[in-house]
């Protein structure tokens, strides 16, 4: 169902008791619609020299544990409430959420402090056009917008043999409107199928 998906903690724990080998995303890219809910089964795995052997996650978490999981891990998947003016952000340390009730997957990705007010840097799924290059300043410790009330974090141990080398993932070719034909000239990022820029 979209955004609709699963539990925050869900993906980290799926990967740690099932044990499945990981595909990378250019040999299985997003598909930007339902499915029958069956991934295929003959996806290449892609030895990245490591594997997820255990997962943490809480909904009852504090910005004193996130900020330690965030130190010892280099990120951490949170919740925030993206409705009141979040989706305008475009620089500064945001403190503009009303309300603490997530509904939106976002990673803590670091910390610090910008004009004497500590923040979160948070890199979100909108893309690197939205925010400040895909990325958003939260105002820390006074749980802004819920962030981190809920948590997710992964540890991982070393696997046996040659690491593949890189992959990188082709840009997707998508339309975002449904009118592009009339407007290749204003805004052909967003129509990138229609108006050839794929």
Not at 70 to 89: L, P, R, S
Not at 92 to 121: E, I, K, M
Not at 128 to 143: A, L, T
Not at 165 to 190: G, H, I, K, R
Request: net charge negative.
């Amino acid at each position: 169902s979209g955004c609709n998906g699963a539990y925050g903690y869900s993906y980290a724990k799926w990967a740690e008791t099932s044990g499945r080998s990981l595909s990378h995303e250019s040999q299985y890219t997003y598909q930007d619609t339902d499915t029958t809910g069956v991934c295929p089964s003959s996806l290449e795995y892609y030895n990245q020299g490591v594997k997820i052997s255990s997962s943490y996650y809480t909904y009852s978490g504090d910005e004193e544990t996130m900020k330690a999981l965030v130190y010892a891990n280099g990120a951490v998947g949170t919740g925030v409430n993206a409705d009141t003016g979040f989706g305008e952000y475009s620089g500064g340390v945001y403190a503009g959420c009303s309300s603490t009730a997530t509904n939106h997957a976002v990673t803590v990705v670091g910390y610090g402090t910008d004009d004497g007010v500590d923040y979160w840097l948070v890199k979100n799924s909108w893309g690197d056009s939205w925010g400040d290059s895909g990325y958003i300043k939260i105002q820390r410790g006074v749980n802004m917008c819920g962030i981190g009330s809920l948590m997710v974090t992964v540890d991982c141990e070393e696997v046996a043999g040659a690491t593949d080398s890189p992959l990188t993932t082709a840009a997707p070719c998508t339309d975002t409107y449904s009118n592009c034909a009339d407007l290749c000239s204003y805004v052909s990022d967003s129509c990138k199928k229609f108006c050839g820029g794929c």
